[in-house]
């Protein structure tokens, strides 16, 4: 089983990276692969509503997004990280994140995940209800930990001090092995994911 471990951060060493290192710790003592994934630190093309990835099966910007809803096909679980930035996840990681999931969101359907965040001080809260809401859309369990899953530090030293916060980010690894291994068992059983209907509507008809 592999868990990727999305860094939306700038800067790939640091808070936020420093938290996605704890989840990936715990995740390997449970023998459960764990990969980072840093989306980079150059511009990333948004959303254009272009609709040409119906077409081709990817976003029409060939680049980190379709590498990793590549990665994702073949991944059990997810984690995704960001700092806080004016209480918002980083813009650059949703970007990213509302082009895999357009592109390719069957790659995340029925797959566990969780939101990491890290700030200086506050905001967390209302970011890792923004990041949620990709995997609810998408028929993905949502991994809890024994707290918000989140991170206190303006520097990765600071992180490192932030005792909870670690605790918790090693809690959502173990849960989330946990979570991994219980969908397997009950898989070799017989008890697969459901067939979700979809019936779309709008408020004018």
């Known amino acids: 089983m592999k868990v990727l471990l999305v860094n939306g951060s700038s800067r790939k060493d640091g808070c936020t990276g420093v938290a996605l290192a704890e989840v990936a710790r715990a ?26 990835c119906r077409q081709l099966g990817k976003c029409v910007f060939d680049d980190a997004v379709n590498e990793f809803v590549e990665k ?16 918002h996840p980083s813009a650059r990681l949703l970007t990213f994140m509302d082009r895999a999931f357009y592109s390719g969101g069957n790659a995340f359907a029925f797959k566990p995940a969780a939101a990491v965040l890290s700030a200086r001080r506050a905001g967390t809260t209302v970011s ?16 809890s930990s024994t707290y918000w899953n989140h991170v206190y530090g303006q520097q990765p030293e600071d992180v490192q001090e932030d005792k909870e916060g670690l605790m918790t980010m090693y809690n959502i690894g173990k ?28 408020f004018t008809r």
């Not at 849960?175 to 009950?186: H, V």
């Open 27 to 52: 995740l390997t003592e449970e023998g459960i692969e764990a990969e980072q994934f840093f989306i980079g630190n150059q511009a990333i093309p948004d959303c254009v509503a272009c609709r040409k």
């Open 72 to 87: 994702a096909k073949t991944a059990d679980g997810f984690v995704f990280g960001s700092p806080v930035y004016f209480a």
């Open 128 to 143: 890792f209800d923004v990041i949620n809401k990709y995997f609810t859309i998408c028929s993905m369990p949502v991994v």
């Open 175 to 202: 849960n989330m092995a946990w979570m991994l291994k219980c969908i397997a068992l009950g898989s070799q059983h017989g008890l697969n994911h459901p067939e979700n209907q979809k019936v779309l509507t709008n």
